[in-house]
């Protein structure tokens, strides 16, 4: 018996769906799925649910099988087959519903069976069948490429006036970048990789580079200071081209006189 509220729960809704029809198994993802040691107060429910052969819009149409389990707070149709919801007691999730072929092409991974109809169906169903691409880069070159001229378009930007696109290309796209090699500049300690959000656990997998965020995040008004500081770090991991850090210094203060 498990004492966790969030996987006390996942049981129960495997219980209620082994008294409908429609289904044929539920197994939970992430930390409710086989990351369980890395659950904790602010963590969900994230799980799928697996119909039988033309029956899973009356699962997606009734979600009588969730209100038998705790009264809904809230819901929405985050997709033409899942929700995203809030039962009355606090506990949040969101799920979407399959049929088994269909999982062939889903990208998931690291499930748990929580409930299945039949031995029939493998356990193995719930590990993930889909190749899920890696977000990992296998060098420096194009990412600090791509960086590098972020910050200069980023500027152009803001000396147009133009500070919410200027926060994106030096704040935001430089940054996606750069946590798609921190595997290549710092050793990751253990700290459960997401393969769909490279910013998931940063600062426990990355605790040096994550230390140094601070400074390059500097918000809407602060995107010159910000290109500044990632233009060093860039400039600390690669050997950046000399003319592009001084066009992109020379826009910083412009940037900065406005």
């Known amino acids: ?7 006390e729960r996942l049981d129960a809704i495997g219980r209620a769906l082994s008294k409908k029809e429609e289904a044929l198994a539920l197994f939970g993802l992430g930390s409710v799925g086989v990351e369980t040691a890395r659950l904790d ?18 699962l997606i149409d009734s979600l ?4 038998v389990v705790c009264p809904l707070a809230y819901r929405f149709m985050n997709c033409e087959i899942g929700y995203k919801f809030l039962f009355q007691d606090g506990i949040y999730g969101e799920f979407a519903v399959f049929e088994q072929d269909e999982l062939e092409r889903a990208l998931y991974t690291g499930g748990r069976m929580i409930w299945k109809s039949s031995a029939l169906i493998p356990d193995d169903l719930a590990a ?18 791509e960086a590098v001229t972020n910050l200069y378009v980023g500027l152009g930007r803001y000396l147009r006036g133009e500070k919410m696109s200027a926060f994106k290309f030096v704040q935001g796209y430089p940054l996606d970048g750069l946590m798609s090699i921190l595997h ?6 253990e700290g459960f990789p997401d393969p769909f959000g490279q910013e998931r ?12 965020l601070g400074s390059m995040l500097q918000g809407y008004e602060n995107t010159p200071q910000a290109a500044l500081i990632i233009l060093d770090f860039l400039e ?11 066009e992109i210094r020379a826009r910083a203060e412009q940037c900065l006189k406005l």
């Open 128 to 145: 993930g069948r889909g190749c899920i691409p890696s977000r990992r880069a296998k060098s420096l070159d194009h990412v600090v490429g």
């Open 64 to 67: 009588d099988w969730l209100e």
């Open 184 to 189: 290549l500049l710092e050793n990751e300690s």
């Open 1 to 7: 018996m498990h004492t966790n509220p969030l996987l």
């Open 201 to 212: 656990r940063l600062e426990i997998r990355f605790p040096v580079f994550s230390k140094k």
């Open 236 to 246: 600390s991991i690669y050997p950046v081209h000399a003319s592009m850090s001084a």
């Open 41 to 58: 107060e602010y963590s969900d429910l994230d799980f799928f649910v697996i119909a039988r052969p033309g029956r899973k819009q009356e």
